[in-house]
Nanobody, 112 residues
């Protein structure tokens, strides 16, 4: 199992970013995928989850209406589209496959 996140960076408050997680080494379309984040000095928290076929999604209350999780099973990739970013969204964002497989993360910094 190999998960590689990309798309992080520095963005101003109110801005947008799209994170990607490229998966390999398993049958991507068979697994639930999630995005987590860990802010400095805080515990890792669940941001969003998507079912294997993409028909069901769930979000943390703090990101509802601003973030959208999606997946392309033909490309073995899961995405996190983030809008209206706030400084408190600053964190390392991780992709996770069910069964406790994690990527190395991508840093998102929201600052003016």
């Amino acid at each position: 199992v190999h998960l590689v996140e990309s798309g992080g960076g520095l963005v101003q408050p109110g801005g947008s970013l799209r994170l990607s997680c490229a998966a390999s080494g398993f049958t991507f379309s068979a697994y639930v995928m999630s995005w987590y984040r860990q802010a400095p000095g805080k515990e890792r928290e669940l941001v969003a989850v998507i079912s294997s076929a993409g028909g069901t999604t769930n979000y943390a209350e703090s990101v509802k209406g601003r973030f959208t999780i999606s997946r392309d099973n033909a490309k073995n990739t899961v995405y996190l589209q983030m809008h209206s970013l706030k400084p408190e969204d600053t964190a390392v964002y991780y992709c996770k496959r069910s069964g406790d497989y994690w990527g190395k993360g991508t840093l998102v910094t929201v600052s003016s």
